[in-house]
């Protein structure tokens, strides 16, 4: 059963990389490489590599990136979680979409945004990894906290418990107030730079949401609860 | 009888998954899942081989991962 539901989250997630992949082939190719003609020098002494190369392995790895979402989130995680993922349905796999969106993306970007290519930022690689993978534990954190506070708040009116859901965000805060400041320097223009910013956003948050919804309606396979039990199921 | 079914599903929880993860799946398995999962993660972000690196360039700045 738990290979079911391995197959299921993968099937989900190449469905989501593939949606991803058209992403990057359109948008995220094309708008990266104008603004690299923002950027000056590249430090390494430019890319080792033909543009055709990097458009095609770009767009399998945003297919590769959206099955490992898949197997990851809805092969692995799913199967442990689903009776403490509040809701059912697609909003059960939305809220896990939500959750994999704020740990692997939402969190670490409060406090290190995306940056388009051509900006230099002031921290060092080493010091960035470390607070990403810190923030990455800590929207963790706050996603599991949301949903014990969900199931805290059972007999409440549905607002109360959506407040509650919300109460944990406050903790994300704390990184944003201690983080060192990165300053960047470039020459890509601020409203250029944020209108990058927020493409990047928005394809991760459609990856996320095709894949809940090709796993929505892919289905529950069995019922989860009642096969393979140790004693025969009861007539009914 | 009803009872018995009430109870098989109010009990289903995180535990009983893992339980039941345990029970019909064997180690190599789930190494494999788990190895799986991690070459691609190491592959799309870690790799440092310039050739890999530099290819997957525009796919982490889409993705939002900047490393220089």
Redesign the interface.
């Known amino acids: ?3 079911d539901y ?1 197959e299921r989250g993968a099937v989900a997630g190449v469905a989501g990389g593939l949606v991803y992949g058209l ?2 082939a359109t ?3 094309t ?3 104008g603004l690299e003609t923002f950027e000056h020098s ?3 002494g430019g ?3 033909s543009g055709i ?7 399998g ?2 297919v ?2 959206g ?2 979402f898949g ?2 989130a809805f ?2 995680a799913y ?6 993922i509040p809701g059912s349905g697609a909003t059960k796999r939305l809220a896990l979409a939500g959750a994999g969106f704020l740990t692997v ?1 939402g969190a670490p ?1 409060l406090v ?6 051509g900006v ?2 002031a921290l060092g ?1 080493e010091t ?1 990894l470390a607070w990403y993978a810190g923030l990455m534990a800590l929207g963790a954190l706050v996603a599991v906290l949301a949903g014990l506070a969900y199931r805290r708040t059972e007999r409440r009116h549905t607002a109360v418990r959506l407040g509650a859901m919300a109460l944990p965000l406050v903790l994300l805060a704390v990184p944003v107030a201690l983080a060192p400041a990165n300053p960047v320097h470039g020459d890509v223009p601020a409203a250029l730079a944020a209108a990058y910013r927020w493409t ?2 928005f ?2 948050l459609v990856l996320w949401a095709t894949i809940a919804g090709v796993h929505a309606w892919l289905g529950d396979g069995d019922t ?3 096969d ?2 140790d004693y025969p199921a ?3 | ?2 009872d ?2 009430d109870t ?2 109010a009990t ?3 535990y ?3 339980e ?2 345990r029970g ?2 064997t180690g190599p ?1 789930i190494a494999i ?1 788990v190895a ?2 991690a070459a ?2 190491f ?2 972000l870690f790799v440092q081989d ?3 690196h ?15």
Do not use: K, Y
Not at chain 1, 53 to 59: E, L, M, N, Y
Not at chain 2, 54 to 68: E, K, P, Q, V, Y
């Open positions: 059963m738990a290979t391995l992403f990057v948008v995220g190719n708008f990266t490489a590249h430090g390494g890319p080792v590599v190369t990097t458009t095609v392995a770009s767009i790895g945003g590769l990136w099955l490992l197997v990851a092969g692995m199967f442990f979680l689903e009776p403490a993306s970007w290190l945004p995306p940056q388009p290519p230099e930022q690689t960035r990047v956003v394809g991760q989860p609860a009642v393979d039990l009861t007539a009914d | 009888m009803q018995d079914t098989a599903r289903d929880s995180v009983d998954r893992i039941r993860a019909a799946l398995q899942a799986l999962v691609l993660g592959t799309l310039p050739m890999l530099d290819s997957l360039h525009n796919f982490r700045h889409s993705a939002g991962i900047t490393c220089h």
